[in-house]
């Protein structure tokens, strides 16, 4: 080699609360590697010999190095050590030609396409549980259990419910038994489900207020069991009550995201909170909280969900276990309080099927109860954070033209404008440099046009480098807009 | 003890074709333990003492062990020993009280309930998976996976519907590929999905012909998605298709069991599947065939699918893993092979979400791959023949008033009569000895009077023990019905 790699790293000073050997040493080595210290594909030191120099248990390197491989700053070949990963963004060195030869071709081997399509689609968490020790142990466990001869009840295994009330209680502040939980296959599941159960028989679509913009998703569920979504204009952080209320009826409930309205961000405001529960009491609809992402606060404090509320059981809450685990795993929940509708969505449980296999449910308990999942979403949490302040750092200079929102909590954030040009545009420029991020006119539906045009992305699952490639090339995309 | 338990068993005569020593040593053991040479609670010799005593290996005693607690006759208190079970039927001794103290207290700590309802629901399976090495390294792979950031794509994981064509094409004669598999939470969610994609936007119920008698948990998906079942008559092992091709149209699918009718038994003759192919080709019409059991010939052999015939994709076939694994995994999928079909499949699919998990299809895919369902399948196989014989043997002499029907192949069997007492009132009064049937008369449907009445019964999911003990009290429950 022909630079040394810098052995005197100082971990010491000042740190910042919370924050532990192992970050500080994580934080230099993304120092050391950004500032092209070390190179692309060269090796870094052993864990033995960088232990030794910075005066640290060889655990703590092991674990900073599994740090840096997870955000794509290093890559861990089994048997030959680490390597710089080949794919940093130009502000770092090029691939020096003077890497040792026997280690370079090892690399290639390892890590072969030069470029891969970062995915931003929003929502997508980072899920680095495949080394995750406690998420194995769960699985194995449930691997064992004795296969019943019978499905699994139709609101989901007793000790999977338990294991979610409690996590809502913790999470949420919603107090719930496990007799109010009925397992899901993830969001759209459970949505679906209760179009099912207050569709019933009747034959005519019932008619669902759902916020605009909002979840192109969600709409499509509603639609695609025949039953009406109606569009309700955003306003301060959520779906407009006052209009809602005006609005022509009859509802048979009202889908909102009052944690974390979808795209735009915000909360809802505790008055409107209360206006939306007196409407429901009023129409007799049904309140539908979609608390997709609200596990993640990075800015204010979170509101507890609608559902903790004295809601008279009229509020529902969809969650989901994909933005905290993975939209992979196809989990997640409703809290379904009133008796009489928690019936009919059994009901239809019960004829449809039950789709979550009761081993999914068992590896989840254990994972919930043994606190797997708690301590997995402090870790990620921390990431989030970070790479959220990346976002912020990489976008200041482009307001006041373009506005960053939603970036208070959860894994997305949209970048938008009032005039200018469509930004479908601007999705398919990206989408040509790789960079998959969704159009935010795709989310509002109605008469009118749409107030803001601009892009939404998720933060959650790249790498912090490929975050960094992709806000540069996000950065480009949007220079026609910025004046 | 009072009584020396016999360790003279021979094994070495006049063995069956398939017969090894264990399975001499198990149907050994089973004759002493029912003769009560072995009494209820007693301990049985070490595995070591009984290898030696018998000349074989003590792996063989281990492996007869674990089939008789597979069976209900012994139970196996890790540590401690293995001991006769507590619940023999009455046939065999009562429990002694010169039992050994020491391990009568370990056995009641591990076996307690008394007396528990036998489940004989049509269609449950032995599964003793939790005891499969092959099954536990199938999940532990799952579950090393890296998570994906999406979910999973809505026809499946590539790798698992390769899987399942392979086991489509070795199991039922059908050869496809793993592009025509969409992978579904179960038989119940595939053909809730195909009825998603047929029905479409179409404000009027689509009309889809089903067998009478036929599954009841079919027609409910059906209707509970706004669809319109017809019922056809069952002749000579399947729908009637004369009365289908007169029944006034339009159809936009047909509904058959041709491979092990529901619930009578009997296989579609080719004659009958050909016609049924040509009405569907002037009708426009998808079979759509249901082949939830067909893993499992006992007499006459299988006929391949209908989806194996020159079909020109008319044909869906609708498959579980139900059957095979367990109900509590929920999961299956549907082979379509039209292009158009598909692809509407696929779009429910992609709007309403995938629900099965990718752990599970990953799971799944290493157990198919590795050729541990199909190991699985002979194991159980054995199993359902022996207690295939059980049921013929004790109910030999109900005939000719009272006939036993569907024992051909799968997992269920029907006893019924064509006149005489209604059928609820025998399901009531085995319910009330805690045996659960199902009754005959609720799988017909429509205009006129159910043909035949009678009970329906799985021999799958009990242990051989409870399956004599329930053959007695359905004796006990016919003997009205039977002169």
Chains 1, 2 share one sequence.
Request: hydrophobic share 40%.
């Amino acid at each position: 080699m022909r630079h040394p790699f810098p052995m005197d790293l100082v971990l010491d000073a000042e740190r910042a609360p919370g924050y532990g050997v192992r970050e500080h040493l994580v934080e230099q080595l993304r120092a050391v590697i950004l500032a092209g210290q070390a190179r692309a594909t060269e090796p870094l030191p052993s864990t033995r010999s960088l232990a030794a120099a910075v005066g640290v248990s060889r655990g703590t390197v092991v674990a900073a190095y599994e740090e840096l491989a997870g955000e794509g700053y290093v890559t861990i070949v089994p048997g030959s050590g680490t390597f710089v990963a080949a794919d940093l963004p130009a502000a770092s060195s090029s691939p020096s030609p003077s890497t040792a030869r026997g280690a370079a071709e090892t690399f290639t081997r390892a890590q072969e396409p030069p470029r891969r399509t970062i995915n931003l689609s929003p929502g997508s968490p980072a899920a680095p549980l495949h080394r995750n020790h406690e998420w194995k142990v769960a699985w194995r466990e449930a691997a064992r259990r004795e296969l019943p001869d019978l499905p699994p009840p139709p609101a989901g295994e007793a000790e999977f419910r338990a294991a979610i009330a409690d996590h809502l209680s913790a999470a949420r502040g919603v107090q719930c038994a496990a007799n109010d939980i009925v397992v899901t296959a993830g969001a759209r599941d459970g949505l679906g489900l209760l179009v099912h159960a207050l569709q019933g028989d009747r034959s005519t679509g019932i008619r669902i207020a759902t916020e605009s913009p909002g979840h192109h998703a969600s709409r499509a569920v509603i639609s695609r069991l025949g039953a009406i979504p109606v569009p309700i204009p955003v306003r301060d952080g959520g779906m407009d009550v006052d209009r809602l209320a005006d609005a022509s009826g009859p509802f048979a409930a009202a889908l909102v995201t009052p944690s974390h309205q979808y795209p735009l961000g915000g909360r809802l405001p505790v008055p409107s909170r209360l206006a939306l529960l007196k409407w429901a009491k009023c129409t007799g609809a049904v309140v539908v909280e979609d608390d997709y992402d609200s596990e993640f606060r990075h800015g204010a404090p979170s509101l507890p969900a609608i559902a903790s509320l004295n809601d008279e059981g009229r509020v529902v809450l969809v969650g989901t276990l994909s933005k905290t685990v993975s939209p992979w795993l196809r989990c997640g929940y409703l809290l379904v309080r009133d008796d009489e509708l928690r019936a009919r969505v059994l009901e239809t449980r019960e004829v449809l099927g039950h789709p979550v296999s009761g081993i999914v449910q068992i590896a989840l308990s254990e994972f919930l109860r043994t606190g797997g999942l708690r301590r997995h979403l402090v870790r990620v949490a921390r990431e989030y954070a970070h790479r959220r302040g990346l976002v912020i750092e990489a976008t200041a200079d482009l307001a006041p033209r373009i506005r960053l929102d939603a970036i208070e909590g959860g894994l997305h954030a949209t970048l938008s404008w009032e005039n200018g040009g469509p930004d479908e545009s601007v999705v398919e420029a990206l989408a040509r440099e790789g960079v998959e991020v969704a159009p935010l006119s795709a989310c509002y539906y109605g008469p009118t046009e749409p107030e803001r045009r601009g892009i939404v992305f998720g933060y959650g699952a790249p790498t912090d480098l490929e975050l960094r490639t992709a806000l540069d090339a996000i950065r480009d995309a949007l220079a026609p807009q910025r004046n």
